[in-house]
């Protein structure tokens, strides 16, 4: 049989904690969502309804079917930040009329839906994954475009976002833009830039320059309407395909444009898959407050995948690196879990092997951080954990199926690396609230800053300060605590969401559907020069 057993108690007292200090945490990161949630508060909220306008995450929920779910994507965008939490931007993959689609929805309650420079690296991430995963793309578009005091951040790269619907075009995946209000300056190519285009009767206002700009340039008398206005993009210039009388006819209208695209799966759904044969709620209680203090991964394996059904690669070569094949929400995994924390040169090699077996197989990967990184010292240098541990990197660099990443625990150094870090362009990466990840550990890196100046006032023949040197261990532990944590991570774009550990193989059983609409293919071959 290779179905996981459990050891995990949850009457214990360890336990108890464990779970006590995770729902702590995500008490924190539920507290952060809320100031996305909030937008622009509750004035400009109210005001915008006074209008007769929907909240953007009401515009989803009427663009989406019925009681389906919607992947938030990016939540805490510009967390810690000058800008408001979420970025005036929502993105994330929800079904429309059986479609799996990335929607992104300005929220103009947020100054006006002006982006800002989070609002771009998010739109951008969210095209990233529209294009890596053969997603359509709905843009509901409300925004003034460029926050103007940041526009030094925003005008050059922003290009790139009209590059992206351009591309994603000619690339055969479908765009499509519902403009509810302002969508001036560089927004207007947005619509302009869409395979097809819906406008809302005496909302759209859609122009290079608006009555102001142009006044200023050429001297002419406009108003909004004859300008950008729906009527005179339906009647005129033609840049609106269909002319809405009001939002939800234009959410409706967006609906069957989606409908009629005769769009197709690369891969079918595979249908109901078996339930983990353990409780999702005891995940709560396997990651330790102290991420030094290890943690067996199958725990967390046997209450996500298919059936708690794992079949284990290499189990006795390599014990810190836990890897095997298993099925999640019907679709195949091969799995990298780390089980001590440490990769050693036996661990590096096992994962470059199972990595080239799953491309031979076309099977995604699913890779589970709690790691420090790769071993140090004599020993492990003498015995070759350098070119082991780039064997690995190189594996997952080269590696063509699509690849998943969650951090549980600790991902720490060139390990967050061989995890398939952010670097390593992961389809979707999520984070755990009890995740760390840095150059390394804060009492590590402070610790050898310590060491380094010591070495220093030696070499110089001064007296080392203690006292100052207590100081600045102090100072930079804080300094590194505050930007390991999760919530600082997931601000800055470096993960795709902090998530609920019970939601784990729900939010993983979306993303593998949606990275099932386009191909799945492995690599046969071109990893380059494994050093052996």
Not at 14 to 23: D, K, P, V
Not at 156 to 178: N, Q
Not at 209 to 216: A, I, N, Q, T, Y
Not at 355 to 362: C, E, V
Request: charged share 20%.
């Amino acid at each position: 049989m290779t179905v996981l057993a459990t050891g995990l108690d949850p009457a214990d007292a360890e336990y108890a904690e464990r779970r006590a200090a995770m729902l702590a945490k995500l008490a924190e990161v539920a507290a952060a969502h809320g100031g996305a949630l909030d937008g622009g508060g509750e004035k400009y909220r109210e005001r915008h309804r006074k209008r007769g306008k929907l909240l953007a995450r009401e515009r989803i929920e009427l663009l989406l079917d019925p009681d389906t779910p919607f992947l938030e994507l990016s939540p805490l965008a510009a967390w810690g930040s000058d800008y408001q939490v979420g970025a005036s931007l929502v993105t994330g993959i929800g079904v429309i009329e059986g479609v799996e689609c990335l929607v992104t929805a300005n929220d103009p309650t947020v100054r006006g839906g002006a982006s800002n420079p989070w609002t771009l690296r998010k739109a951008l991430r969210a095209n990233e994954i529209a294009a890596a995963n053969r997603l359509p793309v709905v843009s509901l578009v409300e925004s003034g475009g460029a926050d103007l005091p940041s526009q030094k951040e925003i005008f050059i790269p922003g290009g790139a976002l009209f590059k992206d619907l351009t591309r994603l075009s000619a690339a055969g995946i479908p765009t499509v833009a519902v403009v509810f209000g302002n969508s001036t300056a560089g927004g207007a190519y947005v619509p302009g830039m869409s395979d097809h285009v819906i406008m809302v009767r005496e909302r759209a206002k859609v122009f290079l320059g608006g009555p102001p700009l142009v006044k200023m340039a050429t001297g002419e008398e406009s108003d909004d309407e004859s300008l950008g206005g729906a009527e005179m993009h339906a009647r005129t210039s033609g840049l609106a395909d269909h002319f809405a009388v009001d939002e939800p006819d234009a959410l409706r209208q967006a609906r069957r444009v989606i409908a009629r695209l005769n769009w197709r799966k690369a891969h079918p759904d595979p249908g109901p898959a078996e339930p983990p044969r353990y409780d999702e709620e005891e995940l709560l209680g396997i990651v330790p407050g102290d991420l030094k203090a290890p943690f067996d991964p199958r725990e967390v394996i046997a209450r996500i995948v298919d059936g708690s059904d794992f079949d284990e690669f290499k189990p006795l070569y390599g014990p810190s690196l836990v890897t095997g094949w298993a099925a999640l929400h019907g679709y195949p995994v091969g799995i990298l879990a780390n089980a001590q924390g440490v990769l050693f040169s036996a661990e590096s090699q096992k994962a470059a092997q199972f990595i080239q077996l799953a491309n031979q197989r076309d099977i995604p990967l699913l890779f589970l951080h709690n790691t420090t990184g790769y071993m140090v010292g004599k020993e492990y240098e003498q015995g070759g954990i350098i070119k082991h541990g780039a064997m690995m990197i190189n594996a997952v660099s080269n590696s063509k199926v699509p690849h998943l990443s969650v951090l549980l625990g600790a991902s720490y150094g060139a390990g967050h690396y061989g995890m398939c870090g952010r670097a390593y362009d992961p389809r979707f990466l999520f984070a755990w609230p009890s995740a760390k990840s840095a150059v390394m550990g804060p009492q590590q890196l402070a610790g050898v800053l310590s060491i380094v100046a010591r070495a220093s006032a030696t070499a110089k023949g001064r007296p080392y300060d203690e006292e100052a040197d207590a100081a600045l261990r102090a100072m930079v532990e804080a300094q590194i605590e505050s930007e390991s944590l999760p919530l600082f991570l997931s601000g800055r774009l470096y993960d795709d969401g902090v998530i609920d550990p019970r939601d784990t193989r729900t939010v993983l059983g979306l993303c593998l559907s949606a990275l099932h609409t386009a191909p799945v293919e492995g690599a046969r071959g071109g990893f380059g020069v494994f050093r052996m």
